[in-house]
């Protein structure tokens, strides 16, 4: 039986994997990405350790910050990922741009 080859192993070099360590560190990474990062890690040991220290230091910053964002913040961020920007052109190279905002109010009662 003939082993297929997996392309999420294939192998990256130690500027892409630091390039992408922080979307591993942040897990932002798709499973190919991850597994790429992952394989790369397990026999490099400066790119592991650069991603440990990563890990470390935003555990150590998540620990640390204490602040609260201001009030408003949260609902301000929502409208604007709500909000929807499409900017076509027409065969004529006229431009149109269309905006839509859905906006969802919870009833504080």
């Known amino acids: ?14 500027e892409a994997a630091r390039r992408d ?12 990405c991850r597994s790429r990062l992952e394989h ?3 026999g490099c040991p400066p790119c592991r350790e650069l991603f440990l220290s990563e890990r470390r230091l935003k555990a ?3 620990r640390s910050c204490c602040e609260k964002a201001p ?3 949260r609902e301000r961020l929502m409208v604007e990922i709500r909000r929807t920007t499409v ?5 004529d190279g006229t431009t149109v741009v ?3 905002t859905t906006v969802h109010r919870r009833d504080p009662h």
Not at 21 to 32: F, G, Y
Request: glycine letters at 2%.
């Open 71 to 73: 009030s408003g913040l």
């Open 60 to 62: 150590k910053l998540s």
């Open 21 to 32: 360590l922080s979307l591993l560190v942040d897990l932002e990474c798709d499973d190919a």
């Open 1 to 14: 039986m003939t082993r297929q080859h997996d392309p999420r192993l294939d192998q990256i070099d130690c």
């Open 98 to 100: 269309h905006r839509t």
């Open 87 to 91: 900017t076509t052109t027409d065969s």
């Open 40 to 42: 790369h890690l397990a």
